[in-house]
């Protein structure tokens, strides 16, 4: 598998995207750029880090299914062109273009390339996926048995996912076998799908069998997004359902109906993104100024009377041994010793007593020393209590602190490095453009 790209290259590669998808999301992606600049500096965000490599572009629609449940045939129908591989082809990731996606491709998001292999990539030029990707996946009733985590990542990267049964075979055993990997967290985005809905019911029946089916998945957690279709291409000729003309058109009417109600559910995640990214920016620029920056603020103020009080008890500690010393040595020694110092002077020193010199850079090597280990060793206590990710776009507090407590900074700085009106503004300014596009 591929390693991710540059940077540069991965922002590039994805503006490109953007422009030929969803131009919609353009804006946002120019926002994320002018924020990146504001954080990259103080050390919210690391040099080879983006907010647009925090934000999923694309949504991620996963469909799941027994096997023979009709998935591929309504992928078919939902993007209006034949799907290369068809039932049990493995697990394929479908997304628009001429040419299939790879794993560096910047529509990704990292959780899709989790799982341990058996993913493949296709591509289709169908309108229908442009600004998202679509994930099928082969049957789950026992007879396909799924890479280890595959199931789980795809599941988990997803925003709908769409679970495919054959409306005949209310199986409870095959039900569990393709729902027990959704996690309780992802039921809310399931939406269940009863297809070949005609082979099984009579206009008088339908939603009796409905109703057992309701009843099965409830027990399985699943009690909302449950839908009736079946495919007039694909129906059998005999299917009691379409017995006469009437009742054909009046259930495919209903069929319709349906099936518009579920490209509506698509069509309102894949629509939606736009808003979710745009409050991922303006919340990661509303954390910045009003909780990440006064957060790092307090931690300098902390560190600074941690070092300056560490500083006062280090030079108490070496007065503390010059007295010592004298005492152990006896008062009397002393003028002969200041007397020795004074008179060490050298004709290549132009008279310069240089053991006077020498005593008062070892005294300052050891006071500097000393307060170098100790304004780190404050700086190092300090940042162990600070996230080193906040918030969702996953800003790093630890970082920025550190360094604002290098070595050759000031220790009575208040503010992260490089922060200041200048880029106070320009993360307001990038943060009113998102509120506007609201």
């Given at each position: 598998m591929s390693a991710r790209p540059?940077?540069?290259?991965?922002?590039?590669?994805?503006?490109?995207?953007?422009?030929?998808?969803?131009?919609?999301?353009?804006?946002?992606?120019?926002?994320?750029?002018?924020?990146?600049?504001?954080?990259?500096?103080?050390?919210?965000?690391?040099?080879g880090e983006s907010l647009a490599t925090r934000a999923p572009w694309w949504p991620v629609i996963t469909v799941?299914?027994?096997?023979?449940?009709?998935k591929s045939t309504f992928i078919n129908r939902l993007i209006g062109a034949p799907?290369?591989?068809?039932?049990g082809s493995g697990f394929t990731l479908l997304a628009h273009g001429s040419a299939p996606p790879d794993p560096a491709d910047p529509r990704l998001p990292p959780g899709l390339l989790e799982g341990e292999g058996g993913l493949r990539f296709a591509a289709s030029d169908s309108d229908a996926l442009k600004g998202m990707l679509l994930v099928d996946t082969p049957g789950f009733?026992?007879?396909h048995d799924a890479p280890p985590g595959l199931v789980e990542a795809v599941v988990e990267a997803a925003d709908l996912v769409l679970v495919f049964f054959d409306a005949c075979h209310p199986d409870p055993p095959a039900i569990r076998s393709t729902l027990h990997r959704l996690a309780p967290g992802c039921r809310?985005?399931?939406?269940?799908?009863?297809?070949?809905?005609?082979?099984?019911?009579?206009?008088?029946?339908?939603e009796t069998l409905v109703g057992v089916w309701k009843e099965v998945l409830a027990q399985a957690g699943l009690v909302e997004g449950i839908y009736a279709v079946y495919d007039a291409d694909a129906a059998g000729a005999d299917a009691p359902l379409l017995a006469d003309a009437e009742r054909r058109a009046r259930?495919?009417?209903?069929?319709?109906?349906?099936?518009a109600e579920i490209r509506k559910r698509i069509d309102a995640v894949r629509d939606g993104r736009a808003e979710q990214i745009r409050t991922l920016l303006a919340g990661a620029a509303a954390a910045v100024d009003g909780e990440q920056v006064p957060l790092v603020r307090r931690a300098l103020r902390r560190?600074?009377?941690?070092?300056?009080?560490?500083?006062?008890?280090?030079?108490?500690l070496l007065a503390g041994l010059a007295a010592g010393a004298v005492h152990l040595a006896g008062r009397e020694t002393l003028p002969p010793f200041v007397s020795w110092l004074v008179e060490g002077r050298v004709n290549w020193a132009r008279g310069v007593p240089v053991r006077l010199v020498g005593a008062f850079a070892v005294v300052m090597a050891l006071l500097v020393a000393g307060h170098l280990w100790l304004r780190a060793a404050a700086a190092q206590g300090i940042a162990a209590g600070l996230p080193e990710q906040a918030g969702e776009a996953g800003l790093d507090p630890r970082r920025a602190f550190r360094?604002?407590?290098?070595?050759?900074?000031?220790?009575?700085?208040?503010?992260?490095?490089?922060?200041?009106?200048?880029?106070?503004?320009?993360?307001?300014?990038a943060r009113e453009s998102l509120v506007a596009r609201a």
């Amino acid at each position: 598998m591929s390693a991710r790209p540059p940077l540069r290259r991965r922002l590039k590669d994805l503006e490109a995207r953007l422009a030929a998808e969803s131009p919609d999301r353009l804006p946002l992606l120019t926002a994320a750029r002018d924020l990146d600049r504001a954080l990259k500096r103080p050390g919210f965000l690391r040099p080879g880090e983006s907010l647009a490599t925090r934000a999923p572009w694309w949504p991620v629609i996963t469909v799941l299914g027994t096997a023979g449940s009709g998935k591929s045939t309504f992928i078919n129908r939902l993007i209006g062109a034949p799907v290369a591989g068809g039932e049990g082809s493995g697990f394929t990731l479908l997304a628009h273009g001429s040419a299939p996606p790879d794993p560096a491709d910047p529509r990704l998001p990292p959780g899709l390339l989790e799982g341990e292999g058996g993913l493949r990539f296709a591509a289709s030029d169908s309108d229908a996926l442009k600004g998202m990707l679509l994930v099928d996946t082969p049957g789950f009733d026992g007879a396909h048995d799924a890479p280890p985590g595959l199931v789980e990542a795809v599941v988990e990267a997803a925003d709908l996912v769409l679970v495919f049964f054959d409306a005949c075979h209310p199986d409870p055993p095959a039900i569990r076998s393709t729902l027990h990997r959704l996690a309780p967290g992802c039921r809310s985005k399931v939406v269940c799908v009863l297809n070949k809905i005609d082979a099984c019911a009579t206009d008088d029946d339908v939603e009796t069998l409905v109703g057992v089916w309701k009843e099965v998945l409830a027990q399985a957690g699943l009690v909302e997004g449950i839908y009736a279709v079946y495919d007039a291409d694909a129906a059998g000729a005999d299917a009691p359902l379409l017995a006469d003309a009437e009742r054909r058109a009046r259930f495919a009417a209903r069929c319709d109906a349906q099936f518009a109600e579920i490209r509506k559910r698509i069509d309102a995640v894949r629509d939606g993104r736009a808003e979710q990214i745009r409050t991922l920016l303006a919340g990661a620029a509303a954390a910045v100024d009003g909780e990440q920056v006064p957060l790092v603020r307090r931690a300098l103020r902390r560190w600074r009377w941690r070092v300056l009080l560490a500083d006062v008890l280090w030079i108490g500690l070496l007065a503390g041994l010059a007295a010592g010393a004298v005492h152990l040595a006896g008062r009397e020694t002393l003028p002969p010793f200041v007397s020795w110092l004074v008179e060490g002077r050298v004709n290549w020193a132009r008279g310069v007593p240089v053991r006077l010199v020498g005593a008062f850079a070892v005294v300052m090597a050891l006071l500097v020393a000393g307060h170098l280990w100790l304004r780190a060793a404050a700086a190092q206590g300090i940042a162990a209590g600070l996230p080193e990710q906040a918030g969702e776009a996953g800003l790093d507090p630890r970082r920025a602190f550190r360094r604002a407590t290098r070595v050759f900074r000031s220790l009575f700085r208040a503010n992260p490095v490089g922060w200041g009106r200048g880029a106070a503004r320009r993360v307001a300014k990038a943060r009113e453009s998102l509120v506007a596009r609201a």
